[in-house]
């Protein structure tokens, strides 16, 4: 029976702004099956906001890249990267987690 595979790939290390994108390379991806992205926001530095701090974390993937390059010279012959562009669209600066999804 096939099973879902969740793996965090990745955990931002500063903020993203409003309106700006972030991108990220993962080397290895699953081959043969279904990839699926999502980002999880965080807020970085709340510990010394103000009191009276309010924001909202709004995070949208943007295109997602799949390469397979082919070197039939190297041992394994197949190099695969996937590229994920992670989107501000919220008010606040946010970190993220990434998350990879797959069927397999």
Known sequence: MAAIHIQKIHQ??????????AVFGWNNPPAGTVLSFFANP????TD??????????????GKV?????????????????????VINV??????YDLYMSWVA
């Open 12 to 21: 931002s290390p500063t903020s993203v702004g409003p309106g700006k994108t």
């Open 42 to 45: 965080f807020f970085l530095g």
């Open 48 to 61: 010394t906001a103000s009191a009276n701090f309010a924001g909202a974390g709004s995070l949208q993937i």
């Open 65 to 85: 890249t799949y390469t397979d390059r082919l070197d039939k010279n190297a041992t394994p012959p197949h190099h695969r990267h996937v590229t994920v562009e």
């Open 90 to 95: 919220g008010d606040t600066p946010v970190g």
